[in-house]
T-cell receptor
């Protein structure tokens, strides 16, 4: 069975700092990968996803993620964070139509 | 477009009581999912329906949890009897077709359950 590991449980950054959140998955075959975000008081929503093709995926609000097959990784990046990026971020992999989530990373951005 | 609706938003019960949650997916979405999210963890799939049939319920504790989607639209998830470890947020999600590896799932706001 697939598993997803997110390395950081809580990240604290100042505004304008660069962000990289780690995500590793266990399966070696064809994968579909997702990053979901949950802003305070809101529901989970899709940030970006990788299905096939260009391994550098761009999502909403300036986020991007790079799929590196040899490293089983799908790290999330943003060059300059804003206070409004404060949220919990979940990496997920699709296994047979169901999502397997990592444990989440809480991001706090200080103004 | 209306999103996934869930009710109630919060529920507090005592252990051994029963509880039910309701979900109405996005109109036209064939596949509906129930996830359990325990504090500090990511969501874990409990059951997946495609129309009114069960696709995957391998992670559903069937001795106490049950779910149905009788008309292929809305769904209910029931816990009877509840245990302390069932305290969690129960998330409902839907997708247009289901089974497609890259398909986006849309989540509702969740029901936060506290079992005392």
């Amino acid at each position: 069975a697939q598993s997803v590991s997110q390395h950081n449980h809580h990240v604290i950054l100042s505004e304008a700092a660069s962000l990289e959140l780690g995500c590793n998955y266990s399966y070696g075959g064809t994968v579909n990968l997702f990053w979901y975000v949950q802003y305070p008081g809101q529901h989970l929503q899709l940030l970006l996803k990788y299905f096939s093709g260009d391994p550098l995926v761009k999502g909403i609000k300036g986020f991007e993620a790079e799929f590196i097959k040899s490293k089983f990784s799908f790290n999330l990046r943003k060059p300059s964070v804003q206070w409004s990026d404060t949220a919990e971020y979940f990496c997920a992999v699709n296994q047979g139509g169901k999502l397997i989530f990592g444990q989440g990373t809480e991001l706090s951005v200080k103004p | 477009e209306a999103g996934v609706a869930q009710s109630p938003r919060y529920k507090i019960i005592e252990k051994r009581q029963s509880v039910a949650f309701w979900c109405n997916p996005i109109s036209g979405h064939a596949t509906l999912y129930w996830y359990q999210q325990i504090l500090g963890q990511g969501p874990k799939l409990l059951i997946q329906f495609q129309n009114n049939g069960v696709v995957d319920d391998s992670q559903l504790p069937k001795d106490r949890f049950s779910a149905e989607r009788l008309k292929g639209v809305d769904s209910t998830l029931k816990i009877q009897p509840a245990k302390l470890e069932d305290s969690a947020v129960y998330l409902c999600a839907s997708s247009l077709e289901g089974g497609s590896r890259g398909e986006t799932q849309y989540f509702g706001p969740g029901t936060r359950l506290l079992v005392l």
